[in-house]
């Protein structure tokens, strides 16, 4: 992958090589509905609720404990470091690392 693709089209991508039945058609939002709701069960109110419960999971499932914490970008932050990835002070790079590089 080029490295100045923009993070929805890795996402994107990411997204649809993991979500069964995924079609092109299908929003970003959905998409990441499906994969969270399949990763981490349970009904939650907004993406971020899942969201939060998928990097806490990753976090987990690497031997980690995850922090209390529920924001976005500090989780991100333990999920990389747990993963031995190199971590940036931007929250989109960090995206962009693990969409690059995370492939369970």
Partial sequence: MAFNE???????????????????????NQLRKLYYA??????????????TRWLKKIVIDNGGSPSATQHISTLLKEVLSRLGYAISTSTSANYQTLY?????
């Fill in 6 to 28: 923009s993070l929805s089209f890795l996402e994107r991508n990411w997204l649809m090589a993991r979500v069964t039945g995924s079609t092109p058609s299908m929003s970003l």
């Fill in 100 to 104: 690059r590089r995370y492939a369970p």
């Fill in 38 to 51: 399949a990763q981490v069960g349970g009904t939650f109110n907004t993406l971020n609720e899942y969201r």
